[in-house]
């Protein structure tokens, strides 16, 4: 059998680099970003207030106490995108507003609520501390200054920056599009009564879940029966839409197995057994005109979903223009013993406490680990490994636990 380094390797053999696209700039959401971005001017770009209220020369307020107001006489009244505002000389103020620039001479903004709030001669009843309420220009980040790197997912923060800093479009690897193709005649989409022997199809709508929140636009196109033919077309059919297509079902040693039928005529698509529990039975390859890669997944549902977080998300990162790493471990003592079988890796489903002040990290093996037993799919948050050459470990043992990621 061979190893799961090996798979994804052959697999990432046959995904190309992403092409960066050019687009604009809220079309990058959820998108990785494809070039240095710098901003060209300072921001802010001017010394501006804080507050609304009144410009002035602090020296002007040094007397100034709760019995003994210094008046002023009101000389401008400067809003948010004024043009640069004339200067105020020694003994006069000016209204100011939030975000309005300042004017040159003063040295300090008073808050209205420190005042009498008078639109002609306000009267100050307290000092103020040079440079109180101001801005200054390139106090957030000087011209030039780079503020977003290659490799960063763009965000709602990173999309405030980029607007901030005054583009309009942008240079994106733009969000993998990912199509996932069930197979099976058992199936039945869910809404719908059950007949005897069939089951609601489930994968297509966990796998293209799994996409979206692994930073991919996904389109489920539900499922085939096992019709060669027809399954033929209809993977034919969505390839136009397609930078990665997933497959579940008919991959294994049965008589229906269609999946690996078609795609094996294709010549294109390679069958092979990964030493992995779940998910033993696997292909993968190219298809089409445009060489759209495919990764044909086994049908039981725990096993497509771990073989999507094991062997299918390297291959988006690469795709999303990310190194093609995979899932993170961490290292956590077992809370009860667990087994496995010879000659492959396990990915138990498990629940992890991480570590915290005076603890080490945990992890408990959840029961029903058996590849159809999919209920434990909602509560488990991590996959723990138990090597290819070890059938069973203790509770207590140290183990390797793949963190299960957030949505990105
Ligand atoms: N003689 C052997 N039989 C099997 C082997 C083997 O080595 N020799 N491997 C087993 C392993 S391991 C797996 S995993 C499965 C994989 O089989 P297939 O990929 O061919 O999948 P199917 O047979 O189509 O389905 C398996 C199972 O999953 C259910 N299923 C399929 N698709 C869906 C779906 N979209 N939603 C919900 N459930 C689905 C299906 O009804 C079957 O119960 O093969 C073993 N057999
Ligand atoms: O390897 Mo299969 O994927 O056990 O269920």
């Known amino acids: 059998m061979k190893s799961v380094e090996q798979h994804i390797a052959d697999i990432l053999a046959v995904v190309d680099d992403p092409r960066p696209v050019e687009v604009d700039l809220l079309q990058a959401h959820g998108s990785v970003l ?40 009101v000389v401008a009244d400067i809003a948010a995108g004024d043009p640069s505002p004339v200067a105020i000389r020694p003994g006069m103020c000016a209204r100011i507003m939030t975000g309005a620039p300042l004017p040159s001479g003063a040295d300090a903004v008073v808050p209205v609520e420190w005042t009498d709030g008078d639109p002609a001669r306000a009267a100050f009843s307290r000092p103020v501390r040079e440079g109180n309420a101001i801005r200054r220009a390139g106090g957030d980040i000087g011209a030039g200054t780079v503020v977003l790197e290659p490799g960063a997912r763009v965000g709602a923060g990173e999309m405030g920056v980029l607007a901030a800093v005054g583009r309009r479009t942008v240079s994106v690897f733009p969000r993998p599009r990912v199509v996932v193709l069930s197979t099976g005649e058992e199936l039945v989409e869910p809404g719908r009564p059950l007949g005897p022997g069939q089951i609601w199809e489930s994968n297509s709508f966990m796998l293209a879940a799994a996409a979206r929140d692994a930073g991919c636009e996904a389109h489920r196109h539900g499922f085939v029966g096992d019709d060669p033919a027809r399954v033929l077309d209809t993977l034919e059919g969505l390839l136009l839409r397609a930078d990665l297509v997933l497959t579940t079902g008919g991959v294994s040693m049965g008589a229906y197995d269609v999946v690996k039928e078609v795609l094996s005529a294709q010549g294109t698509v390679e069958f092979t057994q990964v030493a992995m529990q779940p998910g033993k039975p696997q292909g993968f390859g190219v298809i089409g005109p445009d060489r759209t890669p495919i990764v044909t997944l086994p049908g039981n549902p725990v096993s497509a979903f771990v073989s999507f977080q094991v062997l299918v998300l390297p291959v988006l990162r690469r795709l999303r223009g990310l190194p093609p790493t995979s899932l993170e471990g961490v290292r956590a003592r077992l809370t009860a013993p667990v087994a496995s079988p010879p000659g492959r890796r396990s990915y138990l489903r498990g629940v992890l406490a991480p570590a915290g002040p005076g603890r080490e990290a945990a992890v408990t093996p959840l029961t029903r680990q058996e590849s159809h037993q999919l209920t434990a799919l909602s509560t488990t948050d991590a996959l723990i490994v138990v090597p290819e050459d070890v059938e069973e470990l203790p509770l207590g043992t140290v183990v390797d636990a793949l963190v299960l990621p957030d949505p990105v």
């Open 34 to 73: 494809a070039e240095t971005v710098a901003s060209p001017v300072s921001l802010p770009g001017f010394d501006n207030s804080s507050m609304d209220g009144y410009a002035v020369h602090a020296a002007d307020l040094a007397q100034a106490g709760p019995g003994h107001p210094v008046r002023l006489p």
